[in-house]
């Protein structure tokens, strides 16, 4: 198979969960449909397969991956409603999570027969690129042993504070979900949850580290130049 670094970017906007779900899904399914065929066509008849990025934000909701526990989810479904919110258990790992307006969330549904096979590796990436776009803003972030996405205070931890949640699905090679950058997010949202199942460390965002509200086109310029160094790729926007 040819190796395609180029990934076809998409913004969906402001994009109901279900549906970018689905959508994803569809992308997902067609690169997986498309190895398949690979495995059994002359050398001739190989189909590169494609990479794409989708970008959006989603209404309220909050997602439950395989390895998480529903107690996690502290507001019954009347609570939820009165939020405004919806609820999914989903097939991403990692345990619960928050989406809303004001984050960007990012899903790479990449081969990874084009850069690299090594799901370690991926998630690294994906962290690098949320940690060098908040050193644009002078916030320094990293990683916490054990721990999955991008946090502040990582080192001494007297606060540490995540800004970034992260769970994937790879299958064959083949990547989906992905991450949920906290820009301009109402943090109350994360009162009705034990993000990620943890206890003890607190959630935040860039507009409330900086004080103030970021343009989200600027944000997510900044992230696509990072993404598309660190995987040696070329972005490529409709």
Known sequence: MSQNKTIQFEHLGLIDYKEAWDYQDKLFTGILDMKA????????AQEVTPNYLLFCSHPHVYTLGKSGHESNLLINEEGLKAKGATFYKINRGGDITYHGPGQ????????????????????????????????????????????????????????????????????????????????????????????????????????????????????EEKLLGHLATLFEASITKD
Request: charged share 25%; proline share 4%; with cysteine.
């Open 104 to 219: 960007i969330v990012g899903y790479p549904i990449l081969d990874l027969d084009h850069f690299f096979t090594d799901i370690h590796k991926y998630l690294r990436f994906l962290e690098e690129a949320i940690i060098l776009t908040l050193k644009d803003y002078g916030i320094e972030a990293g990683r916490i042993s054990g721990l999955t996405g991008v946090w502040l205070d990582h080192v001494e931890q007297k606060n540490p504070r995540k800004i970034c949640a992260m769970g994937v699905k790879c299958s064959r090679w083949v990547t989906m979900h992905g991450f949920a950058f906290n820009i301009n997010t109402d943090l109350d949202y994360f009162n009705n949850i034990v993000p990620c199942g943890i206890t003890d460390k607190q959630v935040t965002s860039l507009a409330k580290e900086l004080g103030r509200e970021l343009p989200m086109a600027e944000v």
């Open 37 to 44: 065929r690979n495995r059994t066509a002359a050398p001739e």
